[in-house]
């Protein structure tokens, strides 16, 4: 006989999504300059971007989708979603508008950062450390970052995971190398309160690396030279030549690296999914340019007065002592590692092509 009973419902249980489903949850730490354009970079509405030719008004558009999903560097095909931590609540609606997402908090205040553990499966952490002022000169106190401490601290409690992570150093660790080129391999000569933070921040992201390591925490530490770009504040030599600042002459000038800006932000990016973890990698453009070269190439652009060059004597006179300080390391950045591991292929492969870039900008804005 047929059963009279009603048949019984199977409760369908949902079925996760496969992880190449799953948007990834990236988290910007000292989202400046550099950490917006990284941003851009998965914006969905700026997949194609257009920007001029460094020699004239020809223009080509860049796929930015495919430069995070070249192979082996972004795993997801859908773009991230996008959070950055600030302490001032006046830039949020900036960033909204931006497509990210604010978090208010302040890395000097580590009770503020108790929400970011398990926020986000990737970190950019872009932020510098805090200098410490002292009337008596630099204490031991100077030379420790303190908001990298707490950062750590917050990302891993009460989570089980933590989150892979990209630091932006500075390439100021290898200290003096009297103009030689200097890789990843380089010993640290630091010397400067200013670039011995930045030593000590690296050495705080291994040791939570290595005690993370199973939760899944791994870190890739970029060494950063100087950074400009023409659409940045302060990113061209252009108000230092208004002012006439000296330069060194040549027989005492020293080598410096440098690194265009939207290089710099699709090397972060790229990092993220590309960096080996506890590794280190330059990231710097083919030039190897003196200092006071530099600044005749771009007075030359803007036909403006080259700086007048005086001896390092006389430097120690009529400079401040920053500036001095920059002033007393040589070394040429070298960049292998960055093409080959990371695959980054410059836009801006020398100083001479991004600054011509940036004085071709600088006449294409509206006058004032």
């Known amino acids: 006989m047929p059963s009279i009973q009603k048949p019984q419902r199977v409760r369908r249980v949902p079925r996760a999504l496969p992880s190449r489903f799953k948007r990834q949850r990236v988290l910007i730490i000292g989202c400046g300059d550099v950490g917006q354009r990284t941003a851009r970079l998965w914006r969905p509405m700026e997949r194609r971007i257009s920007m001029e030719l460094p ?5 080509i558009s860049a796929d930015v989708p495919d430069l995070i999903a070249e192979k082996g560097a972004q795993p997801h095909h859908r773009l991230p979603l996008v959070r950055a931590l600030t302490s001032s609540p006046e830039k949020c609606a900036a960033l909204r508008a931006q497509g990210i997402l604010p978090l208010q908090g302040n890395l000097d205040d580590a009770a503020s950062l108790r929400r970011l553990a398990g926020l ?11 200098a410490i002022a002292s009337t008596e000169g630099e204490t031991v106190a100077s030379v420790l970052d ?3 401490r707490h950062l750590l601290r917050a990302l ?4 089980n995971s933590a989150p892979a992570l990209v630091y932006g150093s500075t390439s100021g660790v290898y200290g003096d190398w009297q103009g030689a080129w200097v890789d990843e391999a380089r010993p640290l000569r630091a010397t400067t309160a200013r670039a011995l933070r930045r030593v000590d921040a690296e050495s705080q992201l291994r040791g939570w690396a290595l005690r993370f390591q199973d939760s899944g925490a791994r870190v890739h530490v970029l060494r950063i030279p100087g950074i400009y770009a023409g659409d940045r504040e302060g990113g061209t030599p252009v108000a230092r030549l208004l002012r006439g600042t000296p330069a060194l002459r040549a027989e005492d000038d020293v080598f ?9 932000a699709r090397a972060v990016a790229l990092a993220l999914w590309r960096g080996k973890p506890q590794r280190a990698t330059n990231v710097a453009d083919d030039s190897a340019l003196r200092m006071g070269d530099y600044f005749d190439l771009a007075a030359d652009l803007w036909q403006l007065p080259r700086p007048p060059r005086i001896s390092r004597a006389e430097a120690a006179q009529q400079l401040s002592p920053v500036l001095l300080s920059f002033m007393s390391e040589s070394r040429r950045v070298a960049n ?3 093409k080959t591991e990371l695959g980054l292929k410059l836009r801006y492969p020398t100083v001479q092509q991004g600054l011509a870039a940036a004085f071709q900008l600088s006449k294409d804005l509206p006058k004032k």
């Open 336 to 338: 292998r590692r960055m």
């Open 256 to 264: 410096t690296s440098h690194i265009h800006a939207d290089d710099l």
């Open 55 to 59: 020699g004239g008004a020809q223009s």
């Open 120 to 130: 986000a499966q990737r970190v950019v952490h872009l932020a510098p450390p805090a």
């Open 156 to 159: 891993v409690r009460r989570a």
């Open 146 to 148: 303190q908001r990298t």
